[in-house]
């Protein structure tokens, strides 16, 4: 992780996406942050130190097992808010946020200005909403499909232009598998002719 001293870059950047307009606090330290491709972005040891705006690239969200294994949770490739489940209080979650490319990141450190966003209504409302999204975003899929199988299916039908899929570690993220596991079940598929293999990592639907 780099800062970047950039001031022109910052402004561009909270103009685009109206940061400042999610509070009512004025003269807050925001800073513009870059992480490379594998970097973690958030810091369990102490997760509560800052906000992270999400203004460009891509992140993964792994949820970490007691042995230390990865679970993937979802993949995030648009504007978004990091921190915020840690800022109501749920500190020291079990989650590695990674950027799949290059990340610049708006972030707020907490330090000197916790108190005053505790009464700063419209990002306490702008909190709300993020926090439900993620919610939502790692519970629908579940929700809906019984098995791993109609998921995929769900998702190259739906969600993959023309029914077809390009790259393993993307859709397993996005369909809460490890990468063994959709392995296992695309061999299966396209054993039974369901889909086919395209290239490395590539699949479309045949039926």
Not at 134 to 146: C, F, G, H, M
Request: charged share 25%; with cysteine; hydrophobic share 35%.
């Amino acid at each position: 992780m780099k800062e970047i001293a950039d001031a022109g870059m910052l402004n561009d950047y909270m103009t685009k996406n109206q940061i400042e307009n999610l509070f009512e606090t004025k003269q807050l330290p925001f800073r513009l942050c870059e992480y490379d491709r594998g970097e973690i972005l958030n810091n369990i040891r102490d997760s509560g130190s800052c906000l992270q705006f999400v203004v460009s690239g891509e992140v993964q969200i792994y949820a970490v097992r007691s042995d230390g294994s990865r679970y993937p949770l979802c993949y995030l490739d648009g504007f978004t808010l990091l921190g915020d489940m840690e800022f109501c209080g749920e500190g020291c979650l079990p989650f590695l946020v990674e950027a799949v490319r290059k990340v610049h990141c708006i972030e707020l450190p907490l330090y000197g200005c916790r108190a005053a966003l505790w009464n700063d209504n419209t990002f306490l409302r702008y909190l709300l909403r993020s926090v439900s999204h993620k919610l939502a975003l790692v519970s629908r899929q579940d929700a809906e499909y019984s098995t791993l199988e109609e998921k995929l299916l769900h998702y190259l039908r739906q969600e993959c232009p023309g029914g077809q899929m390009h790259g393993v570690e993307h859709a397993a993220t996005h369909l809460h598998c490890s990468r063994r596991q959709l392995q296992r079940l695309l061999r299966s598929l396209s054993d039974r002719q369901v889909i086919e293999k395209i290239g490395k990592g590539v699949y479309r639907l045949k039926i």
